[in-house]
C-alpha cells in the first residue's frame, strides 16, 4: 500500500553566522510571498534569492541566501 503525506516547509536563512528557522506563516503562501512575509522582520530577506526546496528530515527547506555582507 501507498501512503501519501505532505511534507511541511521549513524556511531557513543565516544571520551573523547563525541558522534562523521561521515557521510558515501560511501553506498557501507561496516561497517568495513567505520572504515578503518576513522582510519586515528582517531587512535582510528583501534582497535575498531564494533556493530550495530540499527535502531533509521529511521536511521541505527553502533557504534565503543574502550576499550582503560578504567581500570578495
Known amino acids: ?3 501519501t503525506a505532505k511534507l511541511e516547509r521549513e524556511f531557513l536563512f543565516k544571520q551573523n553566522q547563525k541558522v534562523i528557522k521561521l ?5 498557501g503562501f507561496t ?8 522582510s519586515g522582520t528582517y531587512p ?3 534582497t535575498a534569492t531564494l533556493e530550495g526546496p530540499n527535502i531533509k ?6 533557504s534565503f541566501n543574502s550576499s ?3 567581500k570578495g
Open 1 to 3: 500500500m501507498i501512503v
Open 23 to 27: 515557521a510558515d506563516p501560511s501553506p
Open 31 to 38: 516561497p517568495q510571498q513567505v520572504m515578503n512575509f518576513y
Open 44 to 46: 535582510i530577506l528583501t
Open 57 to 62: 528530515e521529511d521536511k521541505l527547506q527553502y
Open 68 to 70: 550582503l555582507g560578504t
